[in-house]
């Protein structure tokens, strides 16, 4: 499913959260929203699923505008996983996760076969088949996260979007989630802090004041001097030899006044 956000803008009282965002996200891509504390990252998440009263802008899913399309259909285009998402205490995660498919159910469709197969599908996926009987209130954040993006998965959306869905899972956890998403044949837009994970991401886009500064794929838009200007922090680039990829190592400027990429 192809995305696409024109002059997009949201305020609350006098601040200016999301001013002017304009992007295209092709079908298929993964798009990683990167950018300091408060930047606009959640806002602009929630602006792209229509869940904000008071928007500005427009966004079109495969070139229908998205205020000109049923909550029904829109929950069976997008699925969002918000940052510490809740729900209610008493389900069991396979109830939580069957959820996910109410969009697809009706009188005439009622929950079946294929139903229970993808739900399935979903709880092997993020590795909760051992978990699928337990109460909500028993798991831990990490397998709560896993259990909101089994329930995105089932949904079976075109459009996934997720905010910050690395937080609270182990690192063996963080790494099959990154590899399930961008395995998905969906299109993915993802907010993260970690700028190592978004090195993976098809491209990316930086928030920084509400706007969006640059967007390009990571090698364009993660350069050392930008990520010291936006994140205020130094950067070292190193080469992981394994798979011939650059990662980041990371440098409070306090601890690195002559750091070779310095911009003070
Ligand atoms: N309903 C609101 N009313 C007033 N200010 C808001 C509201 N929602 C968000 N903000 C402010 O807008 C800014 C952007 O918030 P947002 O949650 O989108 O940032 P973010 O980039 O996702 O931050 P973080 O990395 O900390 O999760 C913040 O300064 C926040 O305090």
Not at 16 to 36: A, Q, R
Not at 84 to 112: H, N, Y
Not at 156 to 182: A, C, Y
């Amino acid at each position: 499913m192809k995305l696409r956000a024109q002059s997009l803008g949201w305020t609350s009282g006098r601040k200016t959260v999301v001013d002017d965002v304009s992007l295209e996200i092709g079908s298929g891509e993964t798009f990683g929203i990167v950018g300091p504390n408060g930047s606009g990252k959640s806002t602009l998440l929630r602006l792209l699923t229509g869940l904000l009263p008071r928007a500005s802008g427009q966004v079109y899913l495969d070139d229908s505008p998205l205020t000109q399309l049923s909550r029904r259909a829109i929950a069976q285009r997008v699925a969002f996983v918000e940052q510490m998402a809740d729900t209610t205490e008493a389900l069991r995660v396979r109830d939580a996760v069957e959820l996910g498919r109410t969009p697809w159910l009706s009188a005439l469709a009622p929950f079946g076969p294929e139903d229970r197969r993808i739900v399935n599908d979903a709880l092997v996926a993020t590795d909760l088949v051992h978990l699928t009987d337990r109460t909500w209130s028993t798991l831990s954040g990490g397998e709560r996260q896993r259990a909101h993006i089994a329930r995105a998965v089932a949904q079976q959306p075109g459009l996934l979007i997720l905010d910050e869905p690395t937080n609270h899972l182990d690192i063996h956890h963080q790494l099959s989630l990154l590899r399930l998403v961008s395995r998905l044949s969906v299109t993915v837009v993802m907010a993260l802090h970690d700028l190592n994970q978004a090195l993976r991401c098809d491209r990316l886009g930086i928030m920084e004041q509400g706007r969006l500064v640059a967007c390009g794929s990571p090698a364009q838009v993660l350069t050392p001097q930008r990520i010291a200007a936006i994140f205020r922090v130094h950067v070292t680039p190193l080469h992981d030899p394994l798979d011939n990829t650059t990662l980041f190592r990371f440098h409070a400027f306090e601890d690195t006044p002559r750091h070779p990429f310095s911009v003070r």
